[in-house]
């Protein structure tokens, strides 16, 4: 019960933090000073041709109306006309009639690309299976070999081990993500792509030359490292710090006191509890990378949300950038509550109340 409660408390918390995030950034949006029906169209369209697309995607209405609409249409819980043609478009189920309207229960709808007509949701549907693919390589990578060199730093603390880990830690966070792909691209994906095989550019999913898709998982290397070296350096500084700070306290003194073996006092009492900082980390970072490595997508024109972001970005397609960043919003508040009860799991110390 105290469990469902909890979740309850966070789910609602969630829907406040995405209703805060629509509200701010369609506002910023709508504001800024770029006709998206110009840019739909070219310069050289006419006049009407402009107004009347502006009607037709509701852009000639004041700012508020704009934002209640695409509300409404987000919310999976709304109120809509109650007709065939608004059924037919939402697809939704009528809860309770309203007059002319009806408060229905339907999938989110985030309308249709400016550019293209296509579905936001088919063009996320595409885009985002790639960035999860590329994410969870990443930080499978970065928690491997970021927790590994974290013990052995804190277990050989001020021997070259620990320096060595110290200082690459610290080398490969200052540099930025967008760094390391252009020297890994240039290095393995064109100087030595005569020995490694690899490409300067690439995405996991390609079209062989009969026009089918195939699966290109070698393309997958380079991103993944140029993704990884970040998160290493902060899992391999928060995983020392944390295990230094454990390996002193005194029921660590104990179990060694009573005769247990090195290793099962660093695996059965230090890591488990130095785990929470690592685990808040790692969550951060693999959202960070599911909402879109946006300059590492196309230093490798890696055809993942960040690429269809950006792409949208510049052409002001406003219905694929906001669902972009309501994808975004959402993996950040699902993660958020999911580190919340892996905590519980992991420190008994921590409580749901």
Same mark, same amino acid.
């Given at each position: 019960?105290?469990?469902?409660?909890?979740?309850?408390?966070?789910?609602?918390?969630?829907?406040?933090?995405?209703?805060?995030?629509?509200?701010?950034?369609?506002?910023?949006?709508?504001?800024?000073?770029?006709?998206?029906?110009?840019?739909?169209?070219?310069?050289?369209?006419?006049?009407?041709?402009?107004?009347?697309?502006?009607?037709?995607?509701?852009?000639?209405?004041?700012?508020?109306?704009?934002?209640?609409?695409?509300?409404?249409?987000?919310?999976?819980?709304?109120?809509?006309?109650?007709?065939?043609?608004?059924?037919?478009?939402?697809?939704?189920?009528?809860?309770?009639?309203?007059?002319?309207?009806?408060?229905?229960?339907?999938?989110?709808?985030?309308?249709?690309?400016?550019?293209?007509?296509?579905?936001?949701?088919?063009?996320?549907?595409?885009?985002?299976?790639?960035?999860?693919?590329?994410?969870?390589?990443?930080?499978?990578?970065?928690?491997?070999?970021?927790?590994?060199?974290?013990?052995?730093?804190?277990?050989?603390?001020?021997?070259?081990?620990?320096?060595?880990?110290?200082?690459?830690?610290?080398?490969?966070?200052?540099?930025?993500?967008?760094?390391?792909?252009?020297?890994?691209?240039?290095? *393995?994906?064109? %100087? @030595? /792509?005569?020995?490694?095989?690899?490409?300067?550019?690439? #995405?996991?999913?390609? =079209?062989? !030359?009969?026009?089918?898709?195939?699966?290109?998982?070698?393309?997958?290397?380079?991103?993944?490292?140029?993704?990884?070296?970040?998160?290493?350096?902060?899992?391999?500084?928060?995983?020392?710090?944390?295990?230094?700070?454990?390996?002193?306290?005194?029921?660590?003194?104990?179990?060694?006191?009573?005769?247990?073996?090195?290793?099962?006092?660093?695996?059965?009492?230090?890591?488990?509890?130095?785990?929470?900082?690592?685990?808040?980390?790692?969550?951060?970072? *693999?959202?960070? %990378? @599911? /909402?879109?490595?946006?300059?590492?997508?196309?230093?490798? #024109?890696?055809?993942? =949300?960040? !690429?269809?972001?950006?792409?949208?970005?510049?052409?002001?397609?406003?219905?694929?950038?906001?669902?972009?960043?309501?994808?975004?919003?959402?993996?950040?508040?699902?993660?958020?509550?999911?580190?919340?009860?892996?905590?519980?799991?992991?420190?008994?110390?921590?409580?749901?109340?």
């Amino acid at each position: 019960m105290q469990l469902i409660k909890y979740l309850l408390q966070r789910i609602l918390s969630g829907f406040a933090v995405l209703f805060a995030v629509i509200l701010i950034i369609t506002s910023i949006i709508y504001l800024a000073p770029v006709d998206p029906t110009q840019l739909t169209f070219g310069q050289r369209a006419d006049a009407e041709t402009i107004d009347q697309k502006r009607e037709e995607l509701g852009l000639d209405q004041p700012l508020y109306v704009q934002l209640g609409l695409y509300i409404a249409d987000v919310m999976p819980l709304s109120i809509h006309a109650n007709t065939k043609k608004a059924q037919a478009k939402y697809s939704y189920i009528k809860l309770l009639p309203l007059g002319n309207k009806a408060l229905v229960l339907k999938k989110p709808y985030l309308r249709e690309s400016y550019q293209t007509g296509r579905l936001v949701t088919s063009i996320l549907a595409e885009a985002i299976p790639k960035t999860i693919i590329l994410a969870f390589c990443a930080i499978l990578l970065a928690t491997i070999i970021g927790i590994f060199l974290g013990v052995i730093a804190a277990v050989k603390q001020n021997s070259w081990l620990d320096n060595s880990a110290v200082v690459g830690s610290v080398l490969g966070y200052s540099l930025p993500s967008y760094v390391t792909a252009i020297v890994l691209a240039l290095v *393995f994906g064109y %100087l @030595l /792509a005569d020995y490694t095989g690899l490409q300067i550019k690439g #995405s996991i999913i390609e =079209l062989d !030359d009969f026009g089918d898709e195939q699966y290109v998982w070698k393309n997958l290397i380079l991103p993944t490292i140029a993704l990884g070296i970040r998160p290493i350096a902060i899992i391999t500084q928060l995983t020392r710090s944390a295990m230094l700070d454990v390996l002193a306290q005194d029921y660590v003194r104990t179990a060694k006191a009573k005769g247990l073996s090195p290793t099962k006092v660093i695996i059965r009492h230090a890591f488990r509890n130095a785990l929470n900082p690592v685990v808040t980390a790692i969550s951060g970072w *693999f959202a960070a %990378l @599911l /909402a879109g490595a946006f300059f590492v997508e196309n230093v490798f #024109s890696f055809k993942g =949300l960040g !690429d269809v972001t950006v792409t949208a970005l510049l052409n002001f397609d406003i219905p694929v950038v906001l669902g972009a960043v309501l994808f975004t919003a959402c993996v950040f508040v699902v993660i958020n509550v999911l580190v919340d009860l892996v905590y519980v799991l992991l420190d008994p110390r921590v409580r749901l109340e």
